[in-house]
């Protein structure tokens, strides 16, 4: 089985699930048992400061909690991006190239903060075999993750920057409509 740890998921504009309609996650883990990741363009109202104030000086912009998923709604996830994997210290886990998670209850060491984090109230999980079925069925597509991914200055518009950079025809879905019908 191949594995997709440290890709993306972008849904299919087929996907109704309103947890995930229109949404890029990036996968965490996976193997197996199953597979957790994190909504990377759902942004609360929520801002860094008032969840983690610790972390809120390196907090990437726009400076809010993210809505990681539909599970464990009150945990927090954090990625953060270093110059280099050492930089990260071992609270760090690199997921993609100098990205990767970090531990929140460690506050950021000053000598050598993360250049940004970016914190997930929530996860997306799936158990054994779930994912693989989902995206045989047509729901999610799954390409490439950039580091710059993790941390999109307008992430309401990652999902159909992430299509365009797609070679062929998946670059197409890009301009899908939110409705399908209207495609």
Same mark, same amino acid.
Do not use: G, K, S
């Given at each position: 089985m191949p594995t997709y740890a440290g890709r993306l998921l972008v849904a299919t504009p087929e996907l109704r699930d309103p947890n995930f309609s229109h949404t890029v996650v990036l996968l965490l883990g996976h193997n197996d048992e199953g597979a957790l990741g994190v909504v990377l363009n759902r942004p609360s109202d929520t801002p860094v400061g008032e969840v983690l104030p610790g972390w809120a000086p390196v907090a990437a912009q726009p400076d809010v909690v993210f809505f990681g998923g539909p599970v464990a709604f009150d945990s927090v996830v954090g990625l953060g991006r270093y110059d280099d994997e050492v930089q990260g210290g071992p609270s760090f886990r690199p997921i993609v190239g100098s990205v990767g998670t970090v531990d929140l209850n460690v506050p950021p060491d000053p000598a050598a903060p993360p250049r940004e984090v970016r914190l997930f109230a929530g996860s997306a999980g799936w158990g054994g075999g779930q994912l693989e079925e989902e995206i045989a069925e047509g729901s999610w597509f799954v390409v490439d993750a950039l580091e710059d991914d993790? #941390? #999109? &200055? =307008?992430? &309401?518009?990652?999902? #159909? #920057? =992430?299509?365009?950079?797609q070679p062929g025809r998946l670059s197409w879905f890009a301009n899908a409509a939110g409705d399908p019908g209207l495609n």
């Open positions: 993790t #941390a #999109a &200055e =307008v992430p &309401e518009d990652l999902w #159909a #920057a =992430v299509l365009r950079r």
